[in-house]
């Protein structure tokens, strides 16, 4: 494991990057109270400097300017803290940065500015009376969006200014005219002229009203529709504008009846009519009524629990009839299928949750299936007849843990906090024939007895009504807000329990009395040089008491504790001192390399041997031998035998940097789902499923510490000699060649799935590798059999002949026999047939027309959905109508290229343009083209290709990188404000693109401006939910940024040439008279007139004022550090608004123990609310 503070050794000046440099020789040294600061400014991508640009350090200490000289060189001294440093330069975007100062310290921060572009454009003209010519004065020219308008002068002239380019559609309206509707286009610094002719009113609509006006679903069979008409009407026409399809019963020019005898909505809708009618002078009018509709209740369509797609996460098998079939499950679906060379018939039954894990009992003749369903708790299913799978029981359970103490991200320490639930995330099962032991991923591990699951009367309960418990460990270790140790996986072998621990490693316990008896942690391993973290060593890196020299770690787990976390908040990121941070490091990325999330035991000649699943941290094998006599006075320390790597995660992308923030801002991404996942041993060979590599079977099971390395090792991995520039980083692996064996092929595996000790590496089987099960007899050398089941999460669920594993070609070794994808529809291919199968499965984004809902499903890129019949009324009968590329990489077809919308978290729908953007983390923003889906082209059974070309993406660092962002997307959120997309772009703030701009052409502009980016130390946190605000009072417009575990950012973006922080913050958290900062992280962010709402992930919504959101912040702060703490907890400063409100789930009457973290977000608004 490398030291953090090696990572700074080797860097040279970076690009708006922070770097601490010894004085030059013949340099004047840094004062010895206070630092200096000093650096260059220069044109983004050239080496041009720009002479006169202001820098300027906002912190505690105060505020300081230079200004550069003629080599764009400034230097300025500033007392020890930590800074905003904003560079300005008259013609060029501002940028934005942030610098710690140390006493007697040289710091440079050097500027890289972007040429300002103008974005907003002028509309003028004149508005006449169509028949006379003459001027109508007073009348209002309004566009549809942007909220631009003016009234004429008595000229009938107007003018608007300061229109942010783009398409707008153009309203005028005055009394006695018919109200009048174009287009118009505005250039940025330019003039559009929108002459406009209104024609005086002939027959006229006056009044159109509805009886009843607003209604509750259900408790009216109809709605009347009445109109005053005047003038002479020639023709009408009674039409529905908005809202759910409902039958229209036209009666004359003045009456209609709208049929909601059985409509039916989940939340709170707007019927919209419409009245139109022509007068003899063939001129038409119209008016408008709307009907509001409140849902009386809410009900999933497709049935209780019942969803379209899922991930495939479990599989047994059993015998019925003399035939082995196959369990596997689909989301909250457990399927049964037989097992056979031919894809069988598939059995359903609905469980109200996710199955995880899934044992297989008989008792008194009764075969059943019991399944580890998430929240829902325990589910037992009879399966003794496949064909007729039938619910027994759905047990929830409980926990409860007092005396918890954790130091939360603003450095504040909580004492003898609790956790507690009645709906634990049971996670995985085991047993020993008369016990069943539970992993609860939120607490540890339950022990109850079979016969409290699978009695005659049913389970026997609690008083709370979860499933009686006899005996339990907790397994969790507090440090941050975030526990480690919640267990993933379960194996019952020889009397013991080998569980893994996720962060916490593998953890061996004593049934009888649930205590920890051993432990393998790959983290606490100092001895081990090829993980992740390299030689580094925690005890070395971690702080200690001032007073008794403790060393801030756990005593029972060797690990960071509650004490380091406030170490690493105040001293090294909020204060001046310097240090290692191996919390943060280990929170930020690490503790994916060290994830422990399934376990296999194996006798093997004198010794037990334990393999380990640890993620990204590859295959780990340990001997447990004695481990039937440990105790928890005889505790057995697992020694390292040997391991194997996983598959790394598709980088790099650069790391280096001394942060001055270390809260994990980076998220995981797709780190969380990587690695090896599973692990199955059967004699000498080794069985895993690896997240890239799919299944792998690895040779010498019983000799890894002779036997698990390359070839001829040492190999040399590290191939530029920069330390941890990779994320993930395998430059520490020497037993192994991970070079591409295929340097050609984007998804190429390392070399070292092609030689000894792997004898197959499949990649991917229809989907990412998940677990695995293996028949009874696994022929490695014949084909003809199904040898092994594999779920492969969103991908589905396979059966796999290993057909010869010696075979030269390594997709001779295998064939995939039958493959069950995640729904039953069929997509279009790359060449436009309808030949590919869907598999949904990583769902975490839509949105929707009145006719299409298109989903966001990562790797799957986007697909539409009709959520109306032929008729254009709502139905339960939804099917896939069209569908983007589904390789994650693009396909050429014939002479064209075919670009995927993949990894796609979100998409937005922009009708003017006709497209709905993929927001896709590491690829950026991609307009996906909807135009043929909205005409009804697409039909289930014969969907359209939604093909994506090289213009329709948006990205700061593709097959060229934008050289004043050079860093890879993470775009997560956007808002459109004329052509400009405002991408909420995660650790790299805001990205603004000109969408009318071609994006394969790094010359042409497309590139905006950002603000936010900052090597290491993200000013916006994880910038993942955003929208736009125009102050009514100023006519400034603020980006509010909902930017993960910083909480909330807003930002002053009225001239995108000059962007400002206006204050970044988390909210306010008071507990028994202690001031401190919010759980979780803030994710998605909706302004509804003047209040923003942000949902967070631990506790629901919470809710400011715009005024207080915009508020200015005294001269001297810091708008990204508002709040601070020291050592002895009391507080320094706080300049955080006060929330609102908020709403957390678990305070409403019936939802106390459900889990009210909140995600993503929409609202209606209807009468005012």
């Known amino acids: 494991m490398k030291a953090s503070l090696c990572k700074i050794v080797l860097i040279a000046c970076l690009v708006l990057g922070l770097t601490a440099i010894a004085g030059l020789m013949h340099a004047a040294p840094p004062p010895a109270s206070g630092g200096t600061l000093t650096g260059k400014v220069t044109i983004a991508g050239t080496r041009t400097v720009i002479v006169g640009a202001t820098v300027t350090s906002v912190g505690s200490a105060g505020t300081f300017s230079a200004v550069t000289n003629s080599k764009g060189t400034y230097t300025m001294v500033l007392p020890a803290g930590t800074y905003t440093v904003n560079c300005t330069a008259a013609g060029y975007n501002t940028a934005t940065s942030s610098a710690t100062i140390k006493d007697g310290i040289k710091s440079v921060l050097n500027f890289a500015l972007t040429p300002a572009t103008v974005t907003t454009g002028t509309l003028t003209g004149t508005v006449n009376n169509s028949v006379s010519g003459t001027a109508i004065a007073g009348a209002t020219v309004a566009t549809a969006t942007g909220g631009y308008s003016a009234v004429t002068d008595t000229s009938g002239a107007y003018t608007i200014t300061s229109i942010v380019s783009g398409t707008y559609t153009v309203t005028a309206s005055a009394t006695g005219y018919n109200v009048l509707t174009q287009s118009a286009t505005i250039t940025a610094g330019a003039t559009t002229t929108l002459n406009l002719n209104l ?3 002939g027959a006229a609509v006056s009044s159109l009203t509805a009886t009843p006006d607003s209604f509750a679903e259900g408790s009216t ?3 009347g529709l009445n109109a005053v008409v005047t003038g002479t009407v020639s023709s009408y026409t009674w039409s529905q504008t908005t809202g759910p399809k409902v039958p229209l019963l036209t009666i004359d020019a003045s009456s209609a009846t709208a049929d909601v005898s059985t409509l039916e909505v989940a939340a709170e809708s707007d019927l919209a009519f419409r009245l139109t009618v022509t007068g003899s002078d063939g ?13 009386m209740d809410m009900l999933p369509f497709l049935g209780q629990n019942v969803q379209i797609g899922g991930s495939s996460t479990a599989t047994a098998k059993f015998t019925a009839g003399g035939v082995t079939w196959a369990l596997f499950n689909v989301g909250s679906q457990l399927k049964a299928t037989p097992v056979g060379m031919v894809k069988g018939p598939v059995y359903t039954v609905v469980l109200p949750g996710a199955v995880f894990d899934i044992e297989i009992m008989s008792l008194n003749g009764i075969t059943y299936a019991i ?17 007729l799978m039938s619910i027994v029981s759905v047990t929830p359970v409980n926990y409860y843990q007092t005396g918890i103490t954790f130091t939360d991200t603003g450095g504040t320490i909580w004492y ?9 995330p049971v996670v995985a099962l085991a047993t020993d024939g008369v016990n069943l032991y539970i992993a609860d991923f939120a607490f540890g591990i339950h022990r109850t007895a079979l016969a409290n699951v699978i009695g005659v009367s049913g389970p026997v309960l609690e008083a709370d009504g979860t499933l009686k418990i006899d005996a339990e460990a907790c397994t969790l270790q507090f440090a941050g807000e975030n526990p480690w140790g919640g267990p993933l996986s379960l194996k019952y072998f020889g009397g013991r329990l080998f569980a893994g621990l996720n962060a916490l490693g593998l953890g061996i316990f004593d049934p009888a009395t649930m205590q920890q008896v051993g432990r393998y942690n790959l983290y606490t391993d100092e001895a081990r040089l090829e993980d992740y973290f390299g030689p580094m060593a925690v005890t070395a890196s971690v702080g200690s008491d001032p007073a008794t020299g403790d060393l801030y770690l756990d005593d029972f787990t060797g690990m960071p ?13 909020k204060g001046t001192g310097s240090g290692l941070t191996p919390w943060a490091d280990f929170e930020r990325t690490g503790k994916w390399y060290y994830k422990a999330q399934d376990v296999d035991v194996a006798q093997q000649g004198s010794r037990t041997i334990a393999y380990i699943a640890n993620s990204l941290g590859g295959l780990t094998a340990v001997d447990v031998t004695g481990f039937e006599n440990a105790s928890a006075t005889n505790f057995l320390r697992a020694p390292y035998l040997g391991y194997f790597p996983a598959v790394p995660v598709n980088g790099p992308y650069d790391t280096n940097s001394l942060p001055s923030s270390i809260l994990p801002y980076e998220g995981a991404g797709m780190l969380k789902e990587s690695g090896v996942t599973s692990v199955r041993v059967r004699g000498d060979k080794l069985y895993l499923t690896d997240h890239f590599a799919g299944l792998v079977i690895l040779d010498k099971a019983a000799t890894p510490d002779t036997d698990w390395h390359g070839a001829t090792p040492t190999y040399n991995n590290d191939t ?4 941890n520039d990779n994320v993930p980083d395998y430059e520490d692996i020497t037993s192994y060649d991970m070079s591409p064996w295929n340097p050609l092929d984007n998804e190429s595996l390392p070399w070292a799935f092609y030689q000894a000790p792997s004898l197959l590496a499949t990649k991917e089987l229809e989907g990412h590798g998940y677990t695995l099960e293996l028949m009874d007899v696994v022929d490695l050398t014949t084909a003809g059999s199904v040898d092994v089941l594999e779920c492969s999460g969103a991908g589905g669920f396979v059966f796999v002949d290993v057909t010869n594993i010696a075979a030269p070609v390594m997709t001779d070794r295998f064939s995939i026999v039958a493959y069950f994808p995640t729904t039953d529809e069929i997509g279009a291919a790359a060449d436009g047939t309808p030949t590919e199968a869907i598999a949904i499965g990583h769902a975490s984004g839509l949105d929707a027309s009145s006719k299409y809902l298109y989903v966001s499903d990562g790797p799957h890129g986007v697909s539409a959905w009709n959520i109306v019949d032929a008729l254009g009324y709502p139905t ?39 497209r709905t953007w993929a927001m896709c983390v590491s690829n950026g923003m991609r307009g996906v083209p909807i135009a043929d889906v909205e005409a009804g082209l697409g039909q289930a059974g014969a969907p359209l290709l939604l093909k994506l070309i090289r213009t329709d993406l948006f990205e700061h660092n593709s097959d060229f990188t934008v050289k004043a962002l050079p860093y890879q997307d993470r775009a997560y959120d956007v808002e459109f404000r004329g052509n400009y997309a405002f991408v909420a772009d995660g650790s790299n703030g805001i990205t603004i693109y000109d969408t009318t701009k071609d994006p394969s052409d790094k010359t042409s502009g497309f590139f905006v401006a950002n603000i936010g980016t900052n090597l290491g130390e993200p000013l916006l946190g994880t910038a993942s939910g955003i929208e736009l605000w125009t102050d009514p009072a100023t006519a400034k417009v603020y980006a509010v940024v909902a930017a993960g575990p910083y909480g909330v950012g807003v930002v002053d973006v009225t001239d995108t040439a000059n962007m400002r922080i206006v204050k970044v913050f988390e909210p306010i958290k008071i507990e028994d008279g202690d001031v401190g900062v919010a759980d979780g992280q803030a994710i998605d962010v909706e302004v509804i007139g003047d209040k923003a709402y942000f949902s967070y992930d631990s506790f629901g919504v919470v809710c400011y004022s715009m005024a207080g959101l915009i508020a200015p912040l005294p001269d001297d702060a810091d708008p990204t550090n508002i709040f601070l703490k020291n050592l002895s907890g009391t507080v320094v400063y706080d300049y955080r608004p006060v929330a609102l409100g908020r709403f957390k789930l678990q305070l409403v009457p019936g939802y106390e123990d459900v889990d009210g973290g909140a995600v993503k977000m929409d609202y209606t608004v209807q009468n005012g609310r």
Request: charged share 15%; no cysteine.
């Open 199 to 201: 024609t005086p009113t």
């Open 221 to 223: 069979a109809s709605v």
């Open 283 to 295: 001129l038409d009018s119209f008016r408008d009524v709307v009907v509001a509709v409140q849902p």
């Open 371 to 387: 399944a580890a369903a998430g929240n829902a708790g325990v589910a037992v299913v009879n399966v003794t007849d496949p064909t």
């Open 416 to 424: 003898n906090n609790t956790i507690m639930s009645d709906t634990a």
């Open 561 to 573: 504790d509650y004490r380091q976390v406030q170490y690493e908040v105040l001293v090294i990121m």
């Open 720 to 723: 530029n000699g920069i330390p």
């Open 876 to 914: 339960d009968t939804v099917r896939l109508v069209a569908n983007t590329l589904q390789s994650e990489y693009p396909v050429t077809v014939g002479t064209e290229i075919i670009y995927p919308a993949s990894h796609t978290v979100r998409n937005i729908m922009n009708p003017l343009l006709s």
